[in-house]
């Protein structure tokens, strides 16, 4: 089975571009999440989606960052405009049922560096 | 709020030796409690979770866990380490259909 497919897997911009960062879930999986990871912050949680509807965005850092999810199967992470303090690795997760145990399927992640 | 402290951001044993990391969790519930691992430029994969059956728990690669309620704590552990276990290793904690809380982690480096 397919596990949960992040693109791009590696993204160099310039400060003040737009980035999109792309997550297939696992099918099925009905709660996706977006996490960051950073080496003085380590995993913070952005945003999660329970059957494509947003439940909790407090971990949105600024109104720059944006996430969708328009249907099962896609989701995106959209910073306009990126800054240096962006950089990161960007992991996109996934779990069957909003009333599981909590266990996540993580993507390889996506690793931006905004210059 | 629940939350996990991971006691040790790096921790270093010989090849062969005993693996112990440390995880302890506030959560004003009974918790669900998970150990993940990272190896280098990868995602998180499961090792092993907690979700208030037996305490002693069994993971993948020879890890186990056990649960304390009295203590508040979900040690990971691993009788003799081998040097692909070296990785970064993160203790997390949720309620049920909660988000998950992840700690800050803990390096295991593994000698020769």
């Known amino acids: 089975d397919a596990g949960v497919i992040q693109s791009p897997r590696h993204e160099v911009t310039e400060m003040g571009q737009e980035v999109t960062l792309r997550c297939k879930p696992i099918?099925?999986?009905?709660?996706l999440f977006w996490y960051r990871q950073t080496m003085m912050r380590g995993l913070e949680l952005l945003i999660y989606f329970n059957n494509n509807v947003p439940i909790d965005d407090s971990g949105m850092p600024e109104d720059r960052f944006s996430a969708k999810m328009p249907n099962a199967s896609f989701s995106t992470l959209k910073i306009q405009p990126s800054e240096p303090r962006d950089s990161a690795v960007y992991f996109c997760?996934?779990?069957?049922?909003?009333?599981?145990?909590?266990?996540?399927?993580f993507g390889e992640g996506s690793r931006l560096t905004v210059l | 709020a629940q939350s996990v402290t991971q006691l040790g951001s790096h921790v270093s044993v010989s090849e062969g030796a005993l693996v112990l990391l440390r995880c302890n969790y506030s959560s004003s519930v009974p918790p669900y409690l998970f150990w993940y691992v990272q190896y280098p430029n990868q995602g998180l994969q499961l090792l092993l979770k907690y979700t208030s059956a037996a305490t002693l728990v069994k993971g993948i690669n020879g890890f186990e866990a056990e649960f304390k309620k009295s203590e508040t704590s979900f040690h990971l552990t691993k009788p003799s380490a081998h040097m692909r276990d070296a990785a970064e290793y993160f203790c997390a904690v949720t309620r049920k259909g909660n988000k998950l809380v992840f700690g800050a982690g803990t390096i295991l480096r593994v000698k020769s």
């Open positions: 099918s099925g999986h009905n709660s």
């Open positions: 997760a996934s779990r069957p049922g909003s009333g599981n145990t909590g266990e996540l399927f």
